[in-house]
């Protein structure tokens, strides 16, 4: 299970994507991004939304 304080290292993991990239792929604000790397609980919609950018994580494991 994906806790919400790694996505940052998910980013690192993947090309050392940026917040910025991040938020440009995956349609989250950056404001949201640093929100959750923070630790803050993502929406459904928000989890549905990283999951089109990390492909191996289904959404609901962020929710976790």
Do not use: H
């Not at 929100?35 to 959404?59: H, N």
Request: aromatic share 8%.
């Amino acid at each position: 299970v994906i806790k919400m304080l790694d996505i940052r290292e998910l980013r690192f993991q993947n090309d050392r994507m940026t917040q910025e990239e991040l938020s440009k792929k995956s349609g989250i604000s950056r404001q949201t991004i640093v929100r959750l790397e923070k630790g803050q609980a993502p929406s459904v919609d928000t989890a549905k939304k990283l999951s089109t950018v990390f492909t191996s994580i289904k959404w609901f494991e962020f929710l976790a």
